[in-house]
């Protein structure tokens, strides 16, 4: 049975939508702190463009494909376990939440500093195999950068005070289980593209100001 198909239609389509969303997101942020955290829609709205192009440049064979590859792993291993926590640490409005997300900053950029050193050091590249894109990003110590990604870019919205960001960081927890135990061999693009779909809790966050959903979560 097919779950779920991909395609360079999908990439472009998504991207295309949280670009609109993350314009959205963007202007309703009221101060600088807000920014970053706003943005996120934007920059996943980047990131699926540039899969898209991964996808027309593997299928042509163009050369252009590998630089579209190490752009998006830039993107999904690099900025993101680096940018996910300290667009929470900003936003965050408790001394005491802050000082415990900081540590998901420190490990989000050791995790980030390893992966670019692993993109700069390592042969890297994409190919698309079974109606997915597999990007090839050899390093050792696979399983446990892994998991230090996974703090950085799931417990920092967890800890927060915030109804709106812990639920964010229950959904980016469901989903990158779900892309890693389904689809473990494509986990880069898969579960990316899950995450891009979770901008919407972003605008969520700006969206409940009007106190239109928070008692359905006190």
């Known amino acids: 049975m097919k779950i779920i198909c991909f395609s360079p239609t999908a990439s472009f389509s998504v991207g295309i939508a949280l670009l609109a969303i993350g314009a ?25 463009l540039i899969e898209g192009g991964v996808w027309l440049g593997l299928s042509a064979q163009y050369p252009t494909a590998h630089i579209l590859a190490v752009a ?21 409005p408790s001394a005491q939440h802050r000082r415990r997300i900081a540590w998901t900053i420190m490990v989000g950029l050791a995790v980030g ?10 042969p890297v590249g994409a190919t698309i195999k079974a109606l997915h894109i597999k990007y ?13 990604y996974a703090m950085a870019t799931c ?9 709106t960001l812990r639920m ?6 469901i989903s990158m289980i779900t892309a890693y135990v389904i689809y473990t061999m494509w986990f880069a693009s898969v579960w990316c593209f899950f995450a891009a779909l979770i901008s919407a809790m972003v605008f969520l966050h700006f969206y409940a100001r009007r106190g239109c959903l928070r008692a359905l979560f006190a």
Do not use: D
């Open 155 to 163: 417990l920092a919205p967890l800890l927060s005070s915030l109804w």
């Open 72 to 92: 998006y792993l830039l993107f999904s291993n690099v900025l993101w376990p680096v940018f996910v926590p300290l667009a929470v640490w900003m936003i965050e």
């Open 136 to 148: 090839h990003l050899p390093h050792p110590h696979k399983h446990l950068v892994f998991t230090f």
């Open 24 to 48: 959205m997101t963007v202007r309703r942020a009221r101060h600088m702190n807000e920014l970053p955290y706003a943005a996120i829609p934007v920059i996943f709205g980047v990131q699926q």
């Open 168 to 173: 964010l960081g229950i959904t980016l927890c």
């Open 113 to 122: 500093l390893f992966y670019l050193v692993a993109i700069i050091s390592h």
